[in-house]
Structures are given as C-alpha cells and as structure tokens.
C-alpha cells in the first residue's frame, strides 16, 4: 500500500470566495478524487484541521471512488468498477486516522451510494438533455474533456482519444448531477475541493443550481501552501 508522509507542515485555506462565504453553521461537502495525492497525506491532514476551523454544522466525506472506474479503458466495466471500489476501501483505510481528527459532526458517502440515491435519475436526465440539446452547455462540457484528454496525451500519446472522448463523457455526465444540483437540492451550502470548479461543473451550476437553489452548491476551493520550517536553535 502508498504511504504517505503527514509531516505537519502544509496549510490549507480556502480560495477567494471561501474568504468572502460566512461559512459558520453551514452544511459542507468534502469532495475526494481517489488517487490524487491532494487528498492523501499531510494535505488532507491540513484540510481536516481547515474544516475544522471553519465552523461548519456538518461535513460529508463524499468518496468518488467508482466514479474513477471511466477512467480505467483497458478493463470491462465489471473489473474497472471493482477496482474502483476497492481503492475507495483501501483510500478510507489508509486516511481513516486523518479523518477521525474532524472534530466537526460528519458522514462517509460513498459514489455508489449517490449513483442509487432515489434524487438521482431525474438530474441525470437534466443533464442528459441539456448536453443533447443545448449548445452552450454541450460546449461547456466538451471543452472540458478536450482538458483533460490533453493531458492524457502529454502523459501518453498513443491514446486512444476517440475512446478517451467517449469515457471522460460518461465520467462528466455522472458527476455534474451529482455534485450540482442534487446535493444543492439535498441542502449543501458549499462543495470543498482542492482545484477550481471546471467548465462543465460551472456551466451546471449556472443552469441548474444559481437560480433554483440560490445561495446553495457553492465550490470551495482550496490552496496548499508549506510552513517555514523552524529554525535550529543557536548552539
């Protein structure tokens, strides 16, 4: 299993709008990404001490482990979804010390349980009409997979783009209900992820949540910087 060094040393707060946000009292997701290193280690270690200082009521660990199972092209959705799933096990077994600093009353959700939540079908249909039938929204989103399909070829040009296309499609068409609206509907105030929000998740903000949940779904994003190190003391 990765380790990860938990050092102490980094610090988390928030980005501009966080700044501006009165977040005392305020229902919060924590978005994880399984496998990508801002969520692991001292980074999470100094996001749960930022949450834990932020004076939110309540926090949900939101595990988007299944969802990762879109990126895995080389195996069939059955194996692709059990590693998924099984990273998100071993992601919560490696940083289950971490999470028991949050002082703040919280949950576990995991992507599975969000998929089969009863809300669900009926965003994803939004969604799904939206990209077939808008072309700002369609726009939106399709500039957001060129993103990331760009950077799987920086990292390997032999891809396969027409099926990256296709998966990084899926993977967006999933997320975007999930994350905006249908947790705006279900009450969260805010959604607190290391990176900005992308076209996509913005576009399905703006369409689906600024107006029918005013005040609801706001992204917070994060910034990570290192702690000078202590000086030795003079011999």
């Known amino acids: 299993m990765t380790e990860y060094t938990v050092d102490g040393r980094t610090k988390a707060s928030f980005g501009q709008a966080g700044k501006e946000a009165d977040l005392?009292?305020?229902?919060?997701?924590?978005?994880?990404?399984?496998?990508?290193?801002?969520?692991?280690?001292?980074?999470?270690?100094?996001?749960?001490?930022?949450?834990?200082?932020?004076?939110?009521?309540?926090?949900?660990?939101?595990?988007?482990?299944?969802?990762?199972?879109?990126?895995?092209l080389e195996l069939e959705p059955g194996a692709a979804h059990r590693r998924a799933l099984r990273e998100g096990d071993e992601w919560l077994e490696r940083n289950g010390k971490i999470l028991g600093r949050l002082s703040v009353p919280n949950d576990v959700l995991r992507w599975d349980e969000a998929l089969q939540d009863p809300d669900y079908p009926g965003f994803l249909q939004q969604v799904e009409?939206?990209?077939?039938?808008?072309?700002?929204?369609?726009?939106?989103?399709?500039?957001?997979?060129?993103?990331?399909?760009?950077?799987?070829?920086?990292?390997?040009?032999?891809?396969?783009?027409?099926?990256?296309?296709?998966?990084c499609l899926a993977y967006l068409i999933e997320e975007c209900p999930i994350i905006q609206p249908m947790w705006a509907y279900q009450g969260y105030d805010h959604v607190v992820y290391p990176q900005p929000m992308t076209n996509a998740m913005a576009e399905t903000h703006r369409l689906f949540v600024a107006r029918q949940y005013p005040g609801k779904g706001g992204w917070l994003s994060l910034k990570f910087k290192k702690r000078a190190a202590a000086s030795p003391a003079a011999a």
């Open 24 to 72: 005392a009292g305020r229902r919060t997701i924590l978005l994880i990404s399984v496998g990508q290193r801002y969520h692991e280690g001292d980074k999470l270690r100094a996001t749960v001490e930022l949450l834990n200082r932020s004076g939110f009521r309540h926090v949900t660990i939101a595990v988007a482990d299944t969802l990762q199972r879109t990126n895995y």
């Open 129 to 167: 009409k939206a990209y077939r039938d808008e072309p700002r929204y369609r726009a939106a989103v399709d500039a957001t997979i060129h993103r990331f399909i760009d950077r799987m070829v920086a990292r390997d040009p032999g891809v396969d783009t027409g099926q990256a296309f296709k998966a």
